[in-house]
């Protein structure tokens, strides 16, 4: 494929065919990263992770194209040392990427590598989706209920066990589920951190889809973080909108199995809510009612 040759996404494409790259498709163009479908000769289409956004790019153009590059004054400009900051937190997803390849749910790193300015690494090409893709086009619908719940219990086990072995996501939501022949994949591992070590900014917030603790501590965010995150995306199925922090939310219509879990689940308070292996354990219960709703 060939962008525009003022876009800003246009120089990491290019440093990627230097190392032997086929550009297939832009999928993604961020902040921090870049998102292509790729191959070399001889290998089958992967997607390529880039850590290199929109932040980072203008820094590498040649200062005559800056001001005609697309989105020149929405783009912020990064000092070097932030630059290096943001390298070294790629690398920090790199890594825990790596460690949780195999994990159930969890969408494996395959390669890895670096050109001079960022490095990448590559994971398999879900033609599926996402779940917001999925959302968008079934809606709230009653028969498309039991899947979507399906594809949470599928998330909250592969988070259970990423917690098990001292990982926590911590930007939980419906572009980062990948969606498998009817199955949830886990991906972007970004914002995660190991449960021994801070890892981020002192607080961050708000996000529609962020527990209330990130405004005091995201640093030290743990496992009930991905709960509650996996709780508004649950609440966002079977409700159709997200809770309302200030707004005591109605719980009426929950399915049976969810209607003591979702609500704990959305505490404010991280040791009130149920751990992620119950959380999924409401999930497959529900699931399941669910599909034997739709059964003639």
């Known amino acids: 494929m060939e962008l525009h040759p ?4 246009r120089w990491v494409l290019d440093q990627l065919r230097r190392h032997d790259w086929h550009i297939q498709d832009l999928l993604a163009f961020t902040r921090s990263s870049t998102l292509v479908l790729a191959h070399r000769d001889g290998e089958e289409p992967v997607v390529v992770k880039a850590g290199f956004g929109s932040n980072h790019v203008l820094a590498a153009m ?15 400009q990064m000092s070097p040392a932030e630059r290096t900051m943001a390298r070294s937190d790629f690398r920090h997803e790199r890594d825990l990427a790596r460690e949780c390849t195999g994990a159930a749910h969890m969408v494996p790193l395959l390669a890895e590598g670096h050109c001079e300015d960022f490095d990448w690494y590559t994971m398999p090409h879900y033609p599926d989706g996402n779940f917001a893709t999925l959302m968008a086009a079934t809606g709230t619908e009653p028969s498309a209920l039991a899947g979507q719940l399906s594809i949470l219990a599928d998330i909250a086990e592969g988070l259970a066990e990423l917690h098990s072995r001292g990982v926590v996501h911590r930007d939980v939501y419906q572009e980062n589920i990948l969606i498998d022949h009817g199955r ?3 991906t972007d591992l970004g914002a995660a951190r190991r ?12 996000e529609v889809h962020w527990p209330p ?20 995306l649950t609440h966002r199925v079977l409700l159709g909108d997200i809770p309302r922090l200030a707004v005591p939310p109605s719980f009426a219509s929950i399915p049976d199995p969810l209607t003591t879990a979702l609500p704990s689940a959305l505490s404010h308070t991280p040791a009130d809510r149920p751990s992620m292996t119950e959380f999924r354990n409401a999930l497959q219960r529900a699931a399941i009612r669910a599909t034997t709703a739709k059964t003639p």
């Open 6 to 9: 003022l876009h800003p996404a």
């Open 213 to 232: 603790e990130y405004l005091t501590d995201y640093q030290t965010a743990g496992p009930a973080a991905d709960v509650f995150s996996l709780a508004v």
């Open 195 to 206: 449960l021994h070590t801070p890892h981020g900014p002192r607080y961050r917030g708000p």
């Open 62 to 76: 040649p200062e005559h194209d800056r001001p005609a590059a697309y989105g020149f004054y929405w783009y912020q």
């Open 184 to 186: 949830g994949l886990i």
